[in-house]
Protein backbone atom coordinates (compact mmCIF):
# COMPACT_ATOMS: atom_id res chain seq x y z
CA UNK A 1 0.00 0.00 0.00
CA UNK A 2 1.08 3.40 -0.64
CA UNK A 3 0.33 4.50 3.11
CA UNK A 4 3.26 2.09 4.04
CA UNK A 5 5.80 2.40 1.50
CA UNK A 6 5.57 6.23 0.31
CA UNK A 7 3.25 8.06 2.59
CA UNK A 8 4.25 11.37 1.02
CA UNK A 9 3.63 10.35 -2.10
CA UNK A 10 0.16 9.83 -0.41
CA UNK A 11 -0.23 13.64 0.57
CA UNK A 12 0.92 14.85 -2.84
CA UNK A 13 -1.51 12.93 -4.84
CA UNK A 14 -4.42 14.19 -2.14
CA UNK A 15 -3.25 17.29 -2.65
CA UNK A 16 -3.91 17.18 -6.42
CA UNK A 17 -6.78 15.24 -5.98
CA UNK A 18 -5.29 12.65 -7.96
CA UNK A 19 -7.61 9.41 -7.78
CA UNK A 20 -6.34 5.69 -8.09
CA UNK A 21 -8.78 3.53 -9.86
CA UNK A 22 -8.27 0.10 -9.66
CA UNK A 23 -8.74 -1.85 -12.82
CA UNK A 24 -9.62 -4.99 -11.33
CA UNK A 25 -12.62 -3.19 -9.44
CA UNK A 26 -13.35 -1.36 -13.04
CA UNK A 27 -15.21 -4.43 -14.39
CA UNK A 28 -18.56 -6.54 -13.00
CA UNK A 29 -18.19 -10.16 -12.38
CA UNK A 30 -21.04 -11.11 -14.61
CA UNK A 31 -18.68 -9.19 -17.54
CA UNK A 32 -15.59 -11.12 -16.31
CA UNK A 33 -17.53 -14.28 -16.30
CA UNK A 34 -18.62 -13.10 -19.77
CA UNK A 35 -14.97 -12.46 -20.97
CA UNK A 36 -13.94 -15.85 -20.02
CA UNK A 37 -16.36 -17.53 -21.44
CA UNK A 38 -15.60 -16.05 -25.00
CA UNK A 39 -12.25 -16.55 -24.25
CA UNK A 40 -11.38 -12.57 -24.42
CA UNK A 41 -8.75 -10.78 -22.95
CA UNK A 42 -10.01 -10.40 -19.09
CA UNK A 43 -7.32 -7.85 -17.85
CA UNK A 44 -7.31 -5.67 -21.65
CA UNK A 45 -11.34 -5.72 -20.32
CA UNK A 46 -11.00 -4.62 -16.74
CA UNK A 47 -8.07 -1.80 -17.97
CA UNK A 48 -10.40 -0.52 -20.86
CA UNK A 49 -13.28 -0.29 -18.18
CA UNK A 50 -10.63 1.70 -15.51
CA UNK A 51 -9.97 3.90 -18.69
CA UNK A 52 -13.16 4.64 -19.87
CA UNK A 53 -14.24 5.79 -16.25
CA UNK A 54 -11.38 7.83 -15.77
CA UNK A 55 -11.92 9.20 -19.20
CA UNK A 56 -15.37 10.31 -18.50
CA UNK A 57 -14.65 11.57 -15.80
CA UNK A 58 -12.67 14.13 -17.06
CA UNK A 59 -14.95 15.17 -20.06
CA UNK A 60 -17.83 14.62 -17.60
CA UNK A 61 -18.03 18.08 -16.87
CA UNK A 62 -18.96 19.03 -20.54
CA UNK A 63 -21.18 16.48 -21.44
CA UNK A 64 -21.34 17.29 -25.43
CA UNK A 65 -17.37 17.38 -25.54
CA UNK A 66 -15.78 14.92 -27.64
CA UNK A 67 -12.85 12.85 -26.69
CA UNK A 68 -9.91 15.28 -27.83
CA UNK A 69 -6.61 14.13 -26.39
CA UNK A 70 -5.79 10.95 -24.82
CA UNK A 71 -2.47 9.54 -23.44
CA UNK A 72 -1.43 6.75 -21.53
CA UNK A 73 1.95 5.81 -20.52
CA UNK A 74 3.17 2.63 -18.79
CA UNK A 75 5.02 -0.60 -18.66
CA UNK A 76 1.82 -3.34 -19.75
CA UNK A 77 1.14 -4.39 -23.32
CA UNK A 78 -2.40 -4.60 -21.65
CA UNK A 79 -2.72 -0.79 -20.47
CA UNK A 80 -1.40 -0.25 -24.47
CA UNK A 81 -3.64 -2.81 -26.00
CA UNK A 82 -6.85 -1.55 -23.98
CA UNK A 83 -6.25 2.29 -24.35
CA UNK A 84 -6.12 1.57 -28.44
CA UNK A 85 -9.35 -0.41 -28.24
CA UNK A 86 -11.08 2.20 -26.07
CA UNK A 87 -10.27 4.68 -28.19
CA UNK A 88 -10.76 3.32 -31.96
CA UNK A 89 -13.70 1.61 -30.94
CA UNK A 90 -15.38 4.48 -30.01
CA UNK A 91 -18.05 6.23 -32.21
CA UNK A 92 -17.04 9.67 -32.63
CA UNK A 93 -18.89 12.82 -33.11
CA UNK A 94 -19.48 14.99 -35.29
CA UNK A 95 -18.76 18.88 -36.03
CA UNK A 96 -21.26 21.42 -37.11
CA UNK A 97 -19.61 20.54 -40.83
CA UNK A 98 -20.73 16.70 -39.84
CA UNK A 99 -17.09 15.73 -40.14
CA UNK A 100 -15.96 13.11 -37.23
CA UNK A 101 -14.07 14.65 -34.52
CA UNK A 102 -10.78 12.76 -34.09
CA UNK A 103 -9.44 11.73 -30.85
CA UNK A 104 -5.82 11.73 -30.81
CA UNK A 105 -4.33 8.56 -28.91
CA UNK A 106 -1.41 8.30 -27.63
CA UNK A 107 0.30 5.30 -26.24
CA UNK A 108 4.16 5.11 -24.66
CA UNK A 109 4.80 1.78 -22.95
CA UNK A 110 7.89 1.53 -21.23
CA UNK A 111 10.12 -1.28 -20.54
CA UNK A 112 8.24 -3.85 -17.86
CA UNK A 113 11.17 -4.61 -16.10
CA UNK A 114 13.33 -1.64 -16.61
CA UNK A 115 17.01 -1.36 -14.57
CA UNK A 116 17.90 2.03 -12.96
CA UNK A 117 19.68 3.04 -15.86
CA UNK A 118 16.80 2.31 -18.30
CA UNK A 119 13.97 4.04 -15.62
CA UNK A 120 16.27 7.49 -15.30
CA UNK A 121 16.29 7.62 -19.15
CA UNK A 122 12.81 6.96 -19.29
CA UNK A 123 11.69 9.49 -17.05
CA UNK A 124 13.96 12.15 -18.54
CA UNK A 125 12.50 11.66 -21.96
CA UNK A 126 9.21 11.60 -20.64
CA UNK A 127 10.10 14.70 -19.06
CA UNK A 128 11.31 16.07 -21.90
CA UNK A 129 8.10 15.06 -24.44
CA UNK A 130 5.37 15.10 -22.50
CA UNK A 131 4.52 18.44 -23.65
CA UNK A 132 5.14 18.13 -27.56
CA UNK A 133 3.16 14.67 -27.34
CA UNK A 134 0.63 16.28 -25.85
CA UNK A 135 0.17 18.74 -28.35
CA UNK A 136 1.05 17.07 -31.42
CA UNK A 137 -1.78 16.83 -33.67
CA UNK A 138 -2.13 12.97 -34.64
CA UNK A 139 -1.71 9.81 -33.07
CA UNK A 140 1.57 8.03 -31.32
CA UNK A 141 2.02 4.66 -30.48
CA UNK A 142 5.65 4.52 -29.15
CA UNK A 143 7.29 0.88 -27.38
CA UNK A 144 10.37 2.45 -25.51
CA UNK A 145 11.24 -1.31 -25.22
CA UNK A 146 11.57 -2.64 -28.03
CA UNK A 147 12.53 0.13 -31.38
CA UNK A 148 15.39 2.88 -31.51
CA UNK A 149 13.70 3.53 -34.73
CA UNK A 150 10.64 4.58 -33.03
CA UNK A 151 12.24 6.79 -30.83
CA UNK A 152 14.09 7.89 -33.39
CA UNK A 153 10.85 9.26 -35.27
CA UNK A 154 9.10 10.44 -32.40
CA UNK A 155 11.80 12.62 -31.79
CA UNK A 156 11.80 13.78 -35.90
CA UNK A 157 8.29 13.87 -35.69
CA UNK A 158 8.12 16.22 -32.65
CA UNK A 159 10.89 18.13 -33.46
CA UNK A 160 12.51 17.08 -30.41
CA UNK A 161 16.57 17.43 -29.46
CA UNK A 162 18.18 13.45 -30.20
CA UNK A 163 17.70 11.97 -26.92
CA UNK A 164 18.45 8.38 -27.33
CA UNK A 165 22.20 7.86 -28.24
CA UNK A 166 22.24 5.13 -30.64
CA UNK A 167 19.00 6.75 -32.85
CA UNK A 168 19.00 7.56 -36.26
CA UNK A 169 17.16 9.76 -37.95
CA UNK A 170 14.67 8.47 -40.77
CA UNK A 171 12.03 9.24 -43.19
CA UNK A 172 8.45 8.94 -42.88
CA UNK A 173 6.02 11.39 -41.45
CA UNK A 174 2.46 12.03 -39.96
CA UNK A 175 1.05 9.80 -37.35
CA UNK A 176 3.56 6.81 -35.45
Known amino acids: SINN ?3 SLQEVMTELSIDVVYARRSLPQWKIRSALFDDLDVFQLMKQAAMKKCINKVYSHRPQQSWKNIISIGDS ?9 LVYCRPQQLDRHNEEKLCRCKVVKLHEEPDLTQLTAELDMLLTWLQPV ?15 SSVAELERVLGMPRL ?7 GGGGDL
Open 5 to 7: FLP
Open 77 to 85: STEHDALLE
Open 134 to 148: ALFDGDIDLDLGSAE
Open 164 to 170: SPTSSRG
